[in-house]
């Protein structure tokens, strides 16, 4: 069975500072992976996806960046934190391109002061 | 543009009564939909998954699809207070949109 992990699970940062949340998926090779982004109160967004291992495409400009170490991380980052940051971040994998039939991690809960 | 749009915000209904929310979009083209709940900052689950017009049942969860109207309902039968959470309706084209999401509380 597939699992996915995100940590931490709950992050209190203060603003400037820089930010590392990841992901990891097992039980599957070569899934897409995604990251998602939720301001308390607002829409669930998605930030970036990812096809295969060093490739990263952005879908929404949140001055954050992404990476794709390994088959099985994904790492959302940034070096200096903006108020604008906090909210919820979820990861995401899928099977394929398609997109849809997509697999939530537990998310990090993010606030920035 | 606000591709997909949510209602109630929040609903409050009583334990055992007949729960609806409505969640109508803007690309009549997609025949992927899907009904989220997501409990206080945790990660999503699947409720429904619908990709023809039509109703489909899930437990006690039942989505209707509407693609002419460009609307999805999902209608959930003898709601508990567990059930109280965030329901967020979505659709993919290859990107998948949210709604902003129903706030139900299921009273005992």
Known sequence: ?113 | QQKVQQSPESLTVSEGAMASLNCTFSDGTSNNFRWYRQHSAKGLEVLVSIFSDGEKEEGRFTAHLNRANLHVSLHIREPQPSDSAVYLCAYSNNRIFFGDGTQLVVKP
């Open chain 1, 1 to 113: 069975a597939q699992t996915i992990h995100q940590w931490p699970v709950a992050e209190i940062k203060a603003v400037g500072s820089p930010l590392s949340l990841g992901c990891t998926i097992k039980g599957k090779s070569s899934p897409n992976l995604y990251w998602y982004w939720q301001a308390t109160g607002g829409t669930l967004q998605q930030l970036f996806y990812s096809i295969t291992v060093g490739q990263v495409e952005s879908v929404v400009q949140l001055n954050l960046s992404a990476s794709r170490p390994k088959d099985d991380q994904f790492i959302l980052s940034t070096e200096k934190l903006l108020l604008s940051h906090s909210g919820f971040y979820l990861c995401a994998w899928s099977l394929d391109w398609s997109s849809y039939e997509q697999y939530f991690g537990p998310g990090t809960r993010l606030t920035v002061l």
